[in-house]
């Protein structure tokens, strides 16, 4: 026979798996009966449990949210997983501190054959090279910006252009996503003021309360957020309307893939030989992909397509007029 106290974890185990149960699928489930039922679920509130009961048939109860977060229950893998979560994040930038601080409370009240699991698991952040140090984001601030993102009302905030900006200039948005992107986190949202979507970074936003008037939401660029922000960042007009980059070509380099591979962003890397490679890039002009290529220091076979071969033709007259100029 069950003791009260794992009676109650396996029910409260029952009640967080779905949004309702009957009182005779719990006595079924918990193997007692549903005067037994009915005295627990009392016993679950007095502890702090917000659980409601509804009529019906035979009755049932509901595991609702309430104003206090009461201890939670996570079988062996939700926990292995919500570890390894709070260590990716702690790893990171953003609301690194109270991850490292819920990682580490979590990790004390582990059994022992969990902590070693998750303590196997090490996660590092690296960022690229000349990234220097990011900001960390205030977490009150992701509160702000996730509330009057789902409540359709504008924003306004004081945001630095850069870390070396002094002063801050005053922004009007309507907000539409938080997402993040290579280790930062940033906001998507139509910019009142410039009539056009923009993003920021959101470790220098500063939000003002209170917020604006509500807003019927904008279609995104793109349709879809992944969409939106990869044609920002790739360096177009953010109209997200490309799905590809406009200039992409094939060459092959006298260098190892694996020297390749790591500063390929988005291209295609295929080794030939040991120290031969293929590359498959894209930019968004045949110059800029040139240029992109040549930063490997090795001999180059351009594959195609012509335009390339043009492109590597005008940067090599730049550049040996660049070095006339310096020998000068």
């Not at 009640?15 to 039922?37: C, H, K, M, N």
């Not at 709070?86 to 902590?115: E, F, W």
């Not at 509500?214 to 349709?223: A, D, E, I, N």
């Not at 960042?233 to 590809?244: A, L, N, P």
């Amino acid at each position: 026979m069950q003791t009260t106290s794992s009676r109650l974890l396996a029910l409260l185990s029952l009640l967080q798996t779905r949004r309702a149960w009957s009182g005779e699928d719990l006595a079924d489930r918990l193997d007692i009966t549903p005067r037994t039922v009915r005295r627990d679920i009392d016993r679950l509130r007095d502890l702090g449990y917000p659980i409601t009961a509804f009529k019906g048939p035979s009755g049932g109860y509901r595991l609702d949210a309430g104003a206090h977060l009461p201890p939670l229950l996570f079988d062996d893998g939700q926990a292995v997983a919500l570890a390894v979560a709070l260590q990716s994040v702690a790893a990171g930038d953003a609301v690194a501190d109270d991850a490292a601080r819920a990682l580490s409370t979590i990790r004390q009240v582990m059994p022992p054959r969990l902590r070693h699991r998750t303590d196997m698991v090490t996660v590092t952040a690296v960022h690229p090279p000349g990234d220097g140090d990011v900001s960390q984001v205030d977490p009150q601030t992701f509160v702000d910006l996730s509330a009057a993102i789902h409540a359709h009302v504008e924003l306004r905030f004081d945001y630095a252009q850069g870390p070396a900006t002094a002063a801050e200039e005053p922004r009007r948005v309507q907000p539409h996503h938080l997402v993040t992107w290579r280790g930062r986190w940033y906001l998507a949202a139509w910019d009142l003021d410039r009539d056009d979507w923009r993003t920021f970074r959101v470790d220098r936003i500063r939000p003002h309360t209170p917020t604006g008037p509500r807003f019927v939401p904008r279609q995104l660029p793109g349709g879809t957020v992944s969409a939106f922000i990869t044609d920002r960042f790739r360096g177009s007009d953010g109209t997200g309307t490309g799905t590809d980059w406009p200039c992409r070509g094939e060459v092959i380099l006298d260098v190892p893939a694996t020297a390749v591979a790591p500063f390929a962003q988005d291209g295609i890397v295929e080794a030939l030989a040991p120290d031969r490679c293929r590359l498959l890039l894209g930019s968004w002009s045949w110059n800029g992909l040139a240029a992109a290529i040549g930063r490997f220091d090795a001999d180059i076979e351009v594959v195609g397509p012509p335009e390339l071969t043009s492109a590597f033709a005008q940067l090599a007259t730049r550049c040996a007029k660049a070095a006339a100029t310096t020998a000068l």
